[in-house]
């Protein structure tokens, strides 16, 4: 049969028969059950076990890229944070190049997302104070993403957001929870200003640390996935991400944000301790984070997020950002 005749996903088998030494290998599979956005994921069953395959363009950023996330994912493994396993070719390199594109192989990890409890935040905010430990001093290369992303919500974006909210009930209640959220981010706005990022240290981060890139078994944390975002930026912004989306999104209630919070972090300062600078400024970073979120996520779902409407979410942010914003005060003046 002729290479033109081949579907996709025969021919990357072909390419994988090539260049690995795996014994009998199938057909790869599409993987369904996550997206597809940036870059094509495959199982591939082989006599070696079972592995997942991504593809890459073939161009300068990209295959720098891939190096880089290659010896990162080593480094951590070398340093006891679980990784999945990147396979090495036949040659001994760590991901195939095409014409047009690449081809990365990695251990399949048998897991699922983190489920969030009290074991598996300490697991969690353990593992990320680790990463940022271990690799401080490491060289990294700039990120595919805007450094301080966390430090403001898009004015637009939350125009919009409001604007739906309003199509959906305008009225003095879902006023009141507009204005105390504009209030809190005018107020994020000022501790995260640029002229104050100096208090806050830089380091290799991992980028986009939720609950999808933790793989669990159980409390048991399998492996840190979606290396591709790593590279230079502020500790706040992953710590910030952190707490955004394992300790605030779920819940209004004040106890279960502090129970949860205090339990990541105090397992992240295990590893790295927080400056002050940072405490005072994380509960803003935290809010701005949720805040886009939601945002940007409600067009993009249909007009819900995690079953929400927009004017629910005026309601639920009101709240989450008032408690955060009481939690920066504390920290300041040291409650």
């Given at each position: 049969m002729s290479t033109s005749k081949l579907t996709g996903l025969e021919i990357i088998g072909d390419v994988i028969r090539e260049h690995y030494d795996l014994g009998e290998v199938a057909v790869p599979r599409?993987?369904?059950?996550?997206?597809?956005?940036r870059h094509r994921k495959m199982i591939v069953e082989t006599s070696q076990?079972?592995?997942?395959?991504?593809?890459?363009?073939?161009?300068?950023?990209?295959?720098?890229?891939?190096?880089?996330q290659h010896r990162l994912s080593g480094f951590l493994a070398e340093n006891g944070l679980p990784v999945a396993r990147i396979q090495g070719t036949r040659d001994g390199r760590t991901f195939v190049v095409q014409d047009t594109w690449c081809l990365e192989l990695q251990q399949f990890v048998f897991g699922h997302s983190m489920t969030v409890n009290e074991a598996t935040l300490r697991v969690s905010g353990s593992a990320l104070g680790r990463l940022h430990q271990v690799c401080q001093g490491m060289p990294v290369p700039p990120r595919d993403a805007r450094k301080w992303r966390f430090s403001e919500v898009p004015q637009e974006t939350f125009q919009k957001f409001y604007e739906m909210a309003l199509k959906e009930r305008a009225d003095q209640?879902?006023?009141?929870?507009?204005?105390?959220?504009?209030?809190f981010l005018q107020q994020a706005k000022e501790v995260l200003n640029?002229?104050?990022r100096y208090a806050f240290e830089m380091g290799l981060i991992h980028g986009d640390w939720h609950g999808g890139n933790l793989l669990f078994d159980g409390d048991t944390l399998k492996a840190i996935?979606?290396?591709?975002?790593?590279?230079?930026?502020?500790y706040l912004e992953d710590i910030s991400y952190a707490v955004s989306n394992l300790c605030i999104r779920t819940t209004t209630s004040p106890e279960k944000m502090a129970f949860r919070t205090e339990t990541l972090l105090g397992a992240y300062e295990l590893h790295r301790a927080l400056s002050y600078a940072e405490r005072v400024a994380l509960y803003y970073a935290v809010g701005v984070k949720h805040v886009t979120t939601v945002c940007?996520?409600?067009?993009?779902?249909?007009?819900?997020?995690?079953?929400y409407s927009p004017a629910q979410w005026m309601g639920i942010l009101d709240a989450q950002t008032r408690w955060l914003g009481e939690q920066s005060r504390r920290a300041r003046w040291g409650e």
């Open positions: 599409q993987l369904e059950t996550t997206h597809q956005r076990g079972v592995f997942l395959a991504k593809t890459y363009r073939n161009d300068p950023a990209s295959v720098d890229s891939l190096y880089f209640k879902i006023q009141g929870h507009c204005n105390n959220i504009v209030l640029i002229d104050k996935i979606d290396l591709e975002f790593a590279g230079d930026g502020c940007y996520q409600t067009p993009q779902q249909g007009g819900r997020v995690a079953g």
